[in-house]
């Protein structure tokens, strides 16, 4: 007996019940693409966390004023333009690339009785666009000369830009804050919301109009220092310390009066928000797999069990053992693989549709594992039913039920 | 070799045990000449059935010996018993036993498969072995196409293709009608007549004056020999 022959019976016995086989290979495309899908959807979500803070950039410093420190309440010194000038000095502190002073308050915000809150009217420089990765959607960003002549323009976050203009273009139109008419001159491209923050929610002006306007000549709320890349982030970090420190007067030993923050520190914070995504993930996974893995043996055990006759009919004509065997192992081979081929073909190309909001990224070993499982399942549970049943007498077999 | 093709000594069979044991043989002894046409009657449930089943390599006895060709099949081990039924025996069921959604011809193919015969000459000889039932114009057809008669015939045709020295047949006739049946019994006796050893199981007289010796099993025994 050759193995041409086997083949031949194995694809016949494929061949023979249409539907059941049909059955089976949908068992296990199922099996394979809702492991390949639920982990693209886990993975997706995940990834989008991830960039959205990553997109807050990683060579940030954020310096903010140190509140309520005793020793300090009545020597204390509010952050200054001046502070933010010295920070950006070329030779004290060559790896800072730039340093935003930005002075920022609630405000009010009306166009043709629309009116809006916006948490966050932001006077600084244009620095702080690259600083902050925002990218200008439709129209201009304000530019130096503009903060030198302190002009009304502002530009919009994407959120507020929505919300006051439904409808019509914000750019050259004038809207109200705080009753103050402003100029829009840009709105920015959308950054999506991390976390729990949404970080379209803003608009932002030149920081002499806001100081004008709506804050005065008081402290600064922050001072957002670039760092000239993400390797530099320590070396200006130590940089602006000392800088500030000898503004400040602070000895060593002495608690500063201002608190400085890196986008890493902040990002380690969240490294817990991704933690728990890379827990749920395997929890899903492991779901998945758990599922697709009782379809398919499910269906394997009903199909090897409706053939036991079959099998005692061949070991009546003298069919030997392993012969027998070898049919129904290739038999459920042919089914798995093809099965597990349709399924990561459907997985993958469901994957590149946006499910619940939540555009799937496929994880590369996902596939393969999703892949080997169901087949090694499939695989199993055809053919070890099969070589029971081969070893059975043949009339137990027959008589099998 | 000269001697019996078939010989029996105190063959037993039990199902099950304790106090649902059936003693379906109890040492019940025969003997089968070579080119015998030997036809076994009894009440239902005497035990026939399990004889064959046993003659013919499908379940193995309790206790007793069964020698073929004057050797013990308890020495065979699982390929050479394969091999024996696969060779030797030609096994007709009661109730047909062809494999469903295979055509008639691919049944019949299936022992000169396992036996390794090449693909021409297993045709040719599935085709010849139809011919013989009167069924070749329906070599394509699945089982469930089939009447019951052309299943038996067909199941016929299975066990005869591979020329085995011995046919088994279990009621070959039982679900038949009377033209279906002397179509059959035509077939077992041209098989005989060309020197094969033919054992069938039946419970018609007119079918048992087919075969040249008759026997009664009662309770698992051989009660007594007709002639
Ligand atoms: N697999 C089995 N398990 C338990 N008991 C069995 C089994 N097969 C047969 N028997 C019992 O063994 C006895 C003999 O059965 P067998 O099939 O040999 O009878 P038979 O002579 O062929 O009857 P019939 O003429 O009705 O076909 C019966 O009492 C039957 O119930
Ligand atoms: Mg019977």
Redesign the interface.
């Known amino acids: 007996?050759?193995l041409l022959?086997i083949g031949v019976?194995a694809v016949?016995g494929v061949t023979?019940?249409k539907l059941r086989s049909t059955l089976t290979t949908l068992g296990i495309l199922i099996g394979v693409a809702s492991v390949i899908l639920l982990i693209a959807v886990g993975n997706g979500a995940s990834t989008a966390v991830q960039q959205s803070i990553a997109g807050l950039g990683t060579n940030i410093l954020t310096i903010s004023p140190q509140r309520g420190t005793p020793q300090s309440a009545s020597s204390a010194k509010p952050l200054t333009v001046a502070d933010a000038t010295a920070l950006a000095d070329r030779t004290e502190a060559p790896d800072v690339k730039s340093a935003s002073p930005v002075s920022s308050v609630a405000a009010t915000a009306s166009f043709q009785g629309t009116s809006y809150s916006v948490p966050q009217f932001v006077g600084t420089d244009p620095a702080y666009f690259e600083t902050t990765n925002s990218a200008v959607a439709n129209g201009n960003l304000f530019t130096a000369d503009d903060v030198l002549q302190a002009r009304k323009v502002v530009v919009l976050g994407a959120t507020v830009a929505t919300s006051l203009f439904p409808s019509t273009d914000p750019v050259g139109n004038a809207v109200l804050v705080n009753n103050i008419p402003f100029t829009v001159i840009g709105v920015l491209a959308t950054k999506g919301s991390s976390g729990l923050q949404d970080s379209d929610d803003l608009a932002v002006s030149p920081l002499t109009t806001v100081q004008n306007a709506l804050t005065g000549y008081g402290g600064l709320t922050q001072i957002v220092v670039q760092a000239t890349s993400a390797d530099s982030l320590p070396a200006a970090q130590a940089q602006a310390t000392t800088i500030l420190n000898g503004r400040h007067r602070i000895g060593a030993g002495q608690t500063a009066d201002y608190r400085m923050l890196s986008q890493e520190q902040l990002l380690t914070a969240r490294t817990a928000t991704t933690d728990t995504f890379t827990v749920l993930l395997a929890s899903v996974a492991a779901i998945s797999l758990l599922v697709g893995g009782i379809g398919i043996t499910n269906i394997m055990l009903v199909t090897v069990t409706e053939r036991i006759?079959?099998i005692?009919?061949?070991?009546?004509?003298?069919?030997?053992?392993s012969?027998i065997l070898g049919q129904f192992l290739l038999e459920a081979t042919m089914l798995s693989l093809f099965g597990g081929a349709l399924g990561v073909a459907a997985g993958v190309i469901g994957s590149q549709f946006t499910i619940a909001g939540i555009k799937p990224v496929v994880v590369p070993s996902s596939v393969l594992l999703a892949f080997a499982v169901s087949a090694l399942i499939g695989l199993f549970f055809g053919s070890y039913p099969a070589s029971r049943a081969a070893s059975l007498?043949?009339?137990?077999a027959?008589r099998h039920e | 070799m000269s001697g019996p093709v078939i010989e029996v000594r105190d063959l037993r069979k039990t199902y099950g045990s304790g106090d649902t044991a059936v003693h379906a043989l109890r040492g019940l002894n025969l003997t089968v000449g070579r080119g015998e046409y030997l036809a076994i009657m009894g009440a239902s449930g005497s035990g026939k059935s399990t004889l064959l089943?046993i003659l013919?390599c499908?379940?193995?006895p309790t206790s007793g010996s069964y020698l073929l060709d004057g050797i013990d099949t308890a020495e065979f081990d699982?390929?050479r018993l394969?091999?024996?039924?696969?060779?030797k025996i030609g096994?007709v069921?009661q109730s047909f036993?062809?494999?469903?959604?295979?055509t008639a011809l691919?049944n019949v193919e299936?022992?000169l498969?396992?036996?390794?015969v090449k693909r021409a000459e297993r045709r040719e000889r599935a085709h010849a072995a139809l011919e013989l039932v009167g069924l070749l114009d329906r070599a394509h057809h699945a089982p469930n196409e089939l009447s019951g008669g052309q299943q038996q015939r067909v199941a016929i045709a299975?066990a005869l293709v591979t020329s085995p020295a011995m046919v088994l047949a279990d009621e070959p006739t039982g679900n038949l009608d009377t033209a279906s049946s002397r179509e059959v019994l035509g077939i077992l006796d041209r098989l005989n007549a060309i020197g094969r050893t033919v054992v069938l199981i039946t419970h018609e007289d007119e079918v048992a004056e087919h075969a040249s010796r008759t026997v009664r099993v009662v309770d698992g025994q051989v009660a007594e020999v007709l002639v």
């Not at chain 1, 007498?393 to 137990?396: L, Q, T, W």
């Not at chain 2, 036993?97 to 295979?102: A, D, G, Q």
């Open positions: 007996m050759r022959e019976f016949r023979a019940n006759r079959e005692g009919i061949r070991k009546a004509v003298g069919a030997p053992k012969t007498r043949p009339i137990e027959l | 089943n013919g499908l379940d193995v699982e390929s394969s091999l024996l039924r696969n060779r096994f069921f036993n062809l494999i469903p959604r295979t691919a299936l022992p498969v396992y036996a390794g299975r």
